[in-house]
């Protein structure tokens, strides 16, 4: 596929579509490495990457589906890498809908786990560039930005990973299900929420 190709198709997807995909990446990564197919070191850098990236992704498209469903912008994200600083943004909104009357028990699960490997990886990687690169450069000097794990569970993280797959599929089903019944009422075209919000507020439109 030529580079246009791919960079047309991005047009057509979601941030929770690549999300789901850095997410899943992030899983057959930590299986490969803890089936002994590769270096640990080396395998658990690109996957952990993947793992942090598809949740910032995943907080990022949830914000989108707040913005849209209050026709706010202010509630999208804002740019940066900070995966704590997104993920409050968004999850006021997910806790909301997780807890609505009806059974919303496996949603909420969905969200507990969700919420303590966004907490977990934030811990280790509150910028975004601890798993991006193996140094960095502070004041014209390189600098080792490993950190020294004295042990790595690699069951865990390969755990963890097949886990969040599972639950922010789950949880972008619910927000996607919610966004398509909104603008189906609002009466609103087939756009992305980002989109609809951006296009909506420009007119003043902020009320159903």
Avoid at 89 to 100: K, Q
Avoid at 136 to 147: E, F, I, Q, S, Y
Wanted: aromatic fraction near 10%.
């Amino acid at each position: 596929m030529a580079n246009a190709e791919l960079a047309a198709n991005r047009l057509g997807e979601t941030l929770g579509t690549y999300a789901i995909g850095f997410l899943d990446a992030a899983r057959v990564l930590f299986a490969h490495a803890n089936d002994g197919r590769g270096l640990v070191d080396l395998y658990f850098y690109p996957a952990a990457f993947n793992l942090r990236h598809g949740l910032e992704l995943f907080a990022k498209q949830c914000s989108d589906y707040e913005a849209y469903e209050f026709l706010d912008p202010e509630r999208r994200y804002k740019g940066g890498h900070s995966l704590g600083a997104t993920w409050d943004r968004c999850v006021g909104y997910l806790r909301e809908i997780s807890s609505d009357p009806i059974d919303r028990e496996s949603l909420q699960t969905d969200l507990a786990a969700v919420e303590l490997l966004v907490s977990r990886l934030h811990d280790l990687d509150p910028t975004g560039a601890l798993f991006r690169y193996p140094e960095a450069w502070k004041k014209g000097d390189r600098v080792d930005t490993h950190v020294t794990f004295d042990r790595v569970d690699l069951d865990a993280w390969a755990r963890d990973a097949a886990s969040a797959v599972n639950a922010c599929q789950s949880l972008l089903f619910e927000l996607s299900e919610r966004f398509n019944f909104l603008r189906a009422k609002r009466g609103h075209a087939p756009l992305r929420a980002a989109k609809l919000t951006e296009l909506h507020a420009r007119s003043g439109n902020t009320t159903e």
